[in-house]
Structures are given as structure tokens and as C-alpha cells.
């Protein structure tokens, strides 16, 4: 079938504004950039990724400048409601300017945002060929990769709900709308949106060394654990364990000191905002095994931290006790106001791109 472009209106929804959106559920993988070692199929997102390749294996494989995204829009056809995008586009091909947001089923349980497409293009029914793909694919949406963003593995935490009234049920498809027309109830399609709209975080399309960026700073905390002789956390549990310890400590301190705390660590390069009156507090939060000498910064946090218009604090919980997966105690050392000096700072490793 042969792509057709048309309007480009918006449509009007509760509590999201003038947008178009529509959430796809579809298998998880590290890079949606095609099979490779150790990322060879998604996981889950519906029975045909079990024995074979579902089409979103490439729904972050830049062809062009563009990404050509795919979803089973339900069990028994590949048709996608678009009068549940925009009632104004009855028996058009297709509708642009939706926000396609992509969740999949996380290894630790529950449905997260992976990634999406903001502006896209999306098609009633799937286009063949798909570029860059294989023969046979075929795509359902398409982005300019500029407008979209793909999540690393630690940053996927965003949750999505399912099997209640307005959300994911068997279908891999969410619309906004009802059959009717009129807005879904619920809270949780603004809040994602607002996730989303507020996101300034790590992209695997702009920054692909982002996805180990984890790895490296759980690595770097244990050898510093190491050298000094304290205690470290082994697993990805006890790192949670810590993790949540020291979150759940700092939100105390700043809401004593008569903040209103609100958590942004799924879509911000820092962990609290702190409200009161008209300043706002940008938190990064750190916790650790060790007497706290040194921490561990990713390149986003230094880069928020260093930005001029940011009001920034340094939260360390530092000596915390580890038993089994639970974290306790810990003294606190604050930095206020924080502005990460050069000096102090110790760069560990580079990515270094060679000329071509």
C-alpha cells in the first residue's frame, strides 16, 4: 500500500492539550536497531516474538534521517483506528502530528516507556516496504529522528498502566479516545505526556554510549567501595536498595525544611525538585556504601549541574549499612549551592570518535 500523507490539524483532549497521541506495546530490547548479539529479538509485547522477529526489532533504525516504527495494533488485524486519534480524519489513509509512545514489558515486571516518536506520521495500514528493513517489514508510523528519543535501559522506569478501565487491556494499542470520540478518563495519559514533554535526559540516538552509562557508574562505586574497604552492593537489588534508602532519606530532609519535594528521576538529569515560593531546588541525590570521600557522576548530571540558570544541591547519604537487600542508616553531607568544579572532578573514561 502506498504511503499517503494528509492533514496536519490537532484535536483537542482532556488534560493533555491540543495533541494526538496513541501508546504501542511492543516487545523489549536494548536498541530496537535490528537483531545483534545479545539483543537478537524483543521480549514479549505478543505471541509472535516467541518464534520470530517482530517488525519493532527496528523501530530506532535510522534510514535517512527518518525512523519507521511498527506495533500490532490488536490480536486479530494490523488496522489502526485513527478516529480514536482525531475524529477529524474519518476515512483518511493517514494523520500526522501524534505523539506515538512506545511501551514494552520491562524485565523486573510492569509496562515502561522505552522511547517515542513526537510529530509523527501515522498510517491506517502498515506501509510495504519498509526502509532499511528487511523484506516483508513493513511500518506503521514514521518520525524525523530529531523528534524522537530512545531510552536507555536505566532510564526506563516511566510506568504504564494496564488491565484497568481506559488503559492497555489485551490489545498493544491505547488510544486517548473512546469509540465515541470523547477523552479517555484518567490521570495517567497527562502525566505521561508531561513525562515526556519534560524529559532532558540521556538518547540512545544522540548519545549510544549512554546505554552503559549505568554499568560504569554501578562499576565505579564498587571499586571505590573496594579500595576503601567498606561494604558494596553486588547485586542490582541491593543498588535499588540503596538507591531507594537515600531517596526516601533526602525527600524527609527537604520537606522538614518546608519544600514541597516532587521525584523527576525518570525524565530529568537530577532526582528532586524542591519547591518553596518561587525558588526551586534541582536535587541530585547519591547514595553510598562508603565514608563518602568520593561519588559517582554521570556526564548528564555534571552537565545539568554545571548549567548556570540551575539552582543545584549535592544530597549525599554516605556510610549507609547493607543487609541482604535492605539499606539502613547513613550520615548526610550536603552541598548547597552545588556547582560541580573542575578540579574536583576526575574523569574515569572517554568516548573518543574517530575522523572518518
Known amino acids: 500500500m502506498r504511503a499517503k500523507r494528509t492533514d496536519r490539524g490537532d484535536y483537542v483532549t482532556d488534560g493533555i492539550g491540543k495533541r494526538r497521541v496513541l501508546f504501542a506495546r511492543i516487545g523489549w530490547m536494548l536498541t530496537y536497531g535490528g537483531p545483534r548479539e545479545s539483543d537478537e529479538r524483543p521480549i514479549g509485547g505478543g505471541g509472535f516474538n516467541k518464534n520470530d522477529i517482530g517488525h519493532e526489532a527496528y523501530n530506532f533504525h535510522a ?30 489513509n493517514s494523520t500526522g502530528q501524534v505523539l506515538v509512545v512506545f511501551v ?29 528493513k528487511p523484506r516483508g517489514y513493513g511500518y506503521l508510523c514514521r518520525a524525523a529522528v530529531g523528534n524522537c528519543v530512545l531510552l536507555p535501559p536505566g532510564k526506563r522506569k516511566y510506568p504504564i498502566p494496564s488491565q484497568v478501565k481506559g488503559a492497555f487491556g489485551r490489545s498493544n494499542v491505547c488510544y486517548v479516545l473512546e469509540t465515541d470520540g470523547s477523552p479517555k478518563a484518567g490521570r495517567w495519559i497527562k502525566d505521561a505526556v508531561d513525562y515526556i514533554d ?40 541491593q543498588r535499588k536498595a ?28 537530577y ?23 568520593q561519588i559517582v557522576l554521570t556526564a548528564n ?6 548549567n548556570p540558570r540551575n539552582h543545584c544541591v549535592l544530597f549525599v547519604l554516605h556510610g549507609i549499612t547493607l543487609h541482604g537487600r535492605k539499606a539502613s542508616g547513613g550520615t548526610i553531607a550536603l552541598q548547597h549551592p552545588w556547582k560541580p568544579a573542575d578540579g574536583r572532578l576526575k574523569p574515569i573514561t572517554f568516548v573518543y570518535r574517530l575522523d572518518n
Open 301 to 306: 548530571e555534571v552537565r545539568h549541574a554545571k
Open 271 to 293: 532526582d528532586l525538585a524542591c519547591r518553596k515560593g518561587s525558588r526551586v531546588l534541582h536535587v541530585e541525590v547519591k547514595g553510598t556504601t562508603t565514608a563518602g570521600e
Open 242 to 269: 540503596i538507591e531507594d534508602h537515600s531517596m526516601a532519606v533526602a525527600k524527609r530532609y527537604f520537606r522538614r525544611k518546608d519544600y514541597q519535594v516532587e521525584d523527576v528521576s525518570t525524565n530529568r538529569s
Open 104 to 132: 514494552a514489558p520491562a524485565p523486573g515486571g510492569g509496562c515502561k516507556v522505552v522511547g517515542w516518536y513526537k510529530d509523527a506520521e501515522v498510517w491506517r495500514e502498515r506501509v510495504r516496504p519498509a526502509p532499511g
Open 198 to 237: 519534560h524529559y532532558d535526559g540521556p538518547n540512545l540516538l544522540t548519545a549510544p554510549e549512554s546505554i552503559i552509562e549505568d554499568e560504569v557508574e554501578a562499576a565505579a562505586e564498587e571499586s571505590l567501595a573496594r579500595i576503601s574497604g567498606q561494604g558494596f552492593a553486588r547485586t542490582a537489588a
Open 63 to 92: 534510514v535517512a534521517g527518518s525512523l519507521y516504527g511498527y506495533f500490532q495494533p490488536n490480536m486479530r488485524s494490523e488496522v489502526v483506528n485513527l478516529e480514536r486519534i482525531d475524529p477529524k480524519v474519518a476515512g483518511k
